[in-house]
């Protein structure tokens, strides 16, 4: 069983370039989780998706982010015009429910840096 | 609104000492709480979880944690640590009762010293 695939593992972006981020849950799950690890911090979240719904974006900056999760295919986490301060590792995380197990299964990560 | 402290940022330890890593959150609703490793370049691994029951907690790897409400701690412990555990761990807690939206500590990295 595939454990959260996430693609690419390392983005090298031009400031103002476009970055897309990849991340297909486990088998069977249908709860994804976005979170952002800037250097010296933990983790923050950024938004959790179910298919074909944003449930919670309370974490995401206003501009420039977005994330989907469609039907088919994987869930995306898109960053328009990137920054230098957008710099950081990108882990999605995936459920089987969004609650009751309360277990998250995590992503190797997409290190994103901007040049 | 909860929030997750981790007062250590970096903790040098022996091998074969023992390690206490310190969590300590705040909350107004109950919570249930979780212990995470992560290994250079790698994503998170999940070590323990409370949610309830005993308050002592055995998880992966001989660590174990124990979940104190009066003193809102769960902190981390193993009595002998290896070279391999050398790592960042991390702290959180999901509210009860809610989806599954994580609050992390900054994280504690462990350094095991030969």
């Known amino acids: 069983n595939a454990g959260v695939m996430q693609n690419p593992r390392h983005l090298v972006r031009r400031r103002g370039q476009e970055a897309r981020l990849r991340c297909s849950p486990m088998k069977g799950h249908s709860h994804v989780y976005w979170y952002r690890q800037l250097p010296e911090e933990g983790l923050k979240f950024m938004v959790y998706?179910?298919?074909?719904?944003?449930?919670?974006e309370s974490g995401m900056p206003k501009e420039r982010f977005s994330a989907e999760f469609p039907k088919e295919g994987p869930s995306i986490l898109r960053i328009q015009q990137v920054v230098r301060g957008d710099s950081a590792a990108y882990f999605c995380a995936s459920s089987l429910t969004g609650t009751g197990s309360y277990e998250q299964y995590f992503g190797p990560g997409t290190r994103l840096t901007v040049t | 609104a909860q929030s997750v402290t981790q007062l250590d940022s970096q903790v040098p330890v022996f091998e074969e000492a023992p390690v206490e890593l310190r969590c300590n959150y705040s909350s107004s609703v109950s919570v249930y709480l979780f212990w995470y490793v992560q290994y250079p370049n790698q994503g998170l691994q999940l070590l323990l979880k409370?949610?309830?029951?005993?308050?002592l907690v055995k998880g992966i790897n001989g660590f174990e944690a124990e979940f104190n409400k009066s003193q809102t701690s769960f902190h981390l412990r193993k009595p002998s640590v290896h070279i391999s555990d050398t790592a960042e761990y991390f702290c959180?807690?999901?509210?009860?009762?809610?989806?599954?939206?994580?609050?992390f500590g900054i994280g504690t990295k462990l350094q095991v010293i030969p």
């Open positions: 409370y949610l309830s029951g005993s308050t």
């Open positions: 959180a807690v999901i509210s009860s009762g809610g989806y599954q939206k994580v609050t």
């Open positions: 998706l179910q298919k074909e719904n944003i449930i919670d």
